[in-house]
């Protein structure tokens, strides 16, 4: 079974602090990336990374930076938390295939409230 | 317009009732077409995938792509409990690396 570990389930931060958001995969996939969820929202991308150290900006980057060092593993930072950064966020991986398309599987997400 | 419409629900069926969940798209370029549960504070999980048109089944599970219509469904039969949760369509082109997703359907199913 496809592995996508995230290292923090529950964090609370306060404004204006770094904050890191680790994602580890273990099926040697080549995309990587980070997706908010907000109810009445539903999932939004903000980086994805196609290969080691390289990275493309989703729909909602604003915030937001991104590190991928080695393939497996995909980290989100936010360089200086707001409290509108309040949110669940989900790391998933996936790879190109000719039959499955690009189908992504997720890890268990991190809650991060900003206070 | 979005280019992924799904009701958000919440559906809400006696258990052992066969549900159907829907999505529409815009886009006629999408191939791939996927389901998503997602159960509360977890992260989404695979269903099923289908490639262009047709049907595919597994279990109590049939996707079904009806590319003419811009149409995608899930059907559930013998409904269980266990399937309350926010189920999720996603779409992609050929080659491309995002998926384009939509809102989420919330489902109850009513012991």
């Known amino acids: 079974d496809v592995k996508v570990t995230q290292s923090s389930r529950y964090l609370v931060k306060r404004t204006g602090e770094k904050v890191f958001l680790e994602c580890v995969q273990d099926m040697d996939h080549e995309n990587m990336f980070w997706y908010r969820q907000d109810p009445g929202l539903g999932l939004r991308l903000i980086y994805f990374s196609y290969d080691v150290k390289m990275k493309e900006k989703g729909d909602i980057p604003e915030g937001y930076s991104v590190s991928r060092e080695k393939k497996e593993r995909f980290s989100l930072i936010l360089e200086s938390a707001s409290t509108n950064q309040t949110s669940m966020y989900l790391c998933?991986?996936?790879?190109?295939?000719?039959?499955?398309?690009?189908?992504?599987?997720f890890g268990e997400g991190s809650w991060l409230t900003v206070v | 317009q979005k280019e992924v419409e799904q009701d958000p629900g919440p559906l809400s069926v006696p258990e052992g009732a066969i549900v159907s969940l829907n999505c529409t798209y815009s886009?006629?370029?999408?191939?791939?077409f996927m389901w998503y549960r997602q159960y509360s504070r977890k992260g989404p999980e695979l269903l099923m995938y289908t490639y262009s048109s047709g049907n595919k089944e597994d279990g109590r599970f049939t996707a079904q792509v009806d590319k003419s219509s811009k149409y995608i469904s899930l059907f559930i039969r013998d409904s269980q409990p266990s399937d309350s949760a926010t189920y999720l369509c996603a779409m992609s082109k050929i080659s491309n690396y995002q998926l384009i997703w939509g809102a989420g359907t919330k489902l109850i199913i009513k012991p």
């Open positions: 886009n006629s370029a999408f191939q791939y």
């Open positions: 998933a991986s996936s790879f190109v295939g000719a039959s499955s398309g690009n189908t992504i599987y």
